[in-house]
């Protein structure tokens, strides 16, 4: 009797605990382009992506989340292997004018998007929350080549940086 009671508080609690980080996210049927190709079943061929990443619009009241943000869309790219051409210390320019400084960087893309939330929510834990829009354009002719919008919230023990970076990678499978 006492071994039942034990595994279902085990089970409430892992029911409750799941409840309480959620997340979310949409993706374009395409993912990005691929920086590594199978050649053969030894030999990958190594592609060379490059991308110029500008800082993300910032919707939020948090200071610099947009900047925060980039800052780690640049790393997640750079672990995959993408070549970054990084233009996030300047103003966020418009569509136009990104794609002109993409060209001018040699870029074959530039990821433009925004962030609309990037905060600790109110209350007794404090959970970070965060909402975030990347797309992928192509510099030739702005066409979009890949797009994700997604949100996640975490444990209070979390930061807001592990759970955007946590997001990110689920984005950009």
Same mark, same amino acid.
């Given at each position: 009797?006492?071994?039942?009671?034990?595994?279902?508080?085990?089970?409430?609690?892992?029911?409750?605990?799941?409840?309480?980080?959620?997340?979310?996210? /949409? %993706?374009?049927?395409?993912?990005?382009?691929?920086? &590594?190709? *199978? =050649?053969?079943?030894?030999?990958?061929?190594?592609? +060379? /992506? %490059?991308?110029?990443?500008?800082?993300?619009?910032? &919707?939020? *009241? =948090?200071?610099?989340?947009?900047?925060?943000?980039? +800052?780690?869309?640049?790393?997640?790219?750079?672990?995959?292997? &993408?070549?970054?051409?990084?233009?996030?210390?300047?103003?966020?320019?418009?569509?136009?004018?990104?794609?002109?400084?993409?060209?001018?960087?040699?870029?074959?893309?530039?990821?433009?998007?925004?962030?609309?939330?990037?905060?600790?929510?109110?209350?007794?834990?404090?959970?970070?929350?965060?909402?975030?829009?990347?797309?992928?354009?192509?510099?030739?002719?702005?066409?979009?080549?890949?797009?994700?919008?997604?949100?996640?919230?975490?444990?209070?023990?979390?930061?807001?940086?592990?759970?955007?970076?946590?997001?990110?990678?689920?984005?950009?499978?």
């Amino acid at each position: 009797m006492i071994r039942f009671t034990k595994n279902v508080l085990i089970a409430l609690c892992v029911f409750i605990f799941i409840g309480c980080s959620t997340s979310s996210y /949409v %993706t374009t049927q395409k993912s990005l382009p691929k920086v &590594y190709e *199978d =050649t053969n079943a030894t030999v990958q061929k190594k592609n +060379n /992506v %490059t991308i110029t990443l500008f800082r993300l619009n910032n &919707y939020t *009241d =948090t200071p610099r989340a947009g900047m925060r943000a980039s +800052n780690l869309v640049e790393g997640v790219l750079l672990s995959k292997g &993408y070549v970054i051409k990084n233009r996030m210390v300047e103003k966020v320019p418009t569509l136009k004018k990104a794609r002109s400084i993409a060209q001018n960087d040699g870029s074959k893309y530039f990821i433009y998007g925004g962030v609309s939330e990037w905060r600790y929510k109110t209350g007794i834990d404090g959970e970070p929350a965060v909402s975030l829009q990347v797309s992928l354009y192509k510099t030739e002719n702005l066409e979009v080549v890949w797009s994700a919008t997604g949100s996640d919230s975490d444990w209070g023990n979390a930061s807001i940086g592990t759970t955007a970076q946590d997001l990110l990678h689920k984005m950009m499978l």
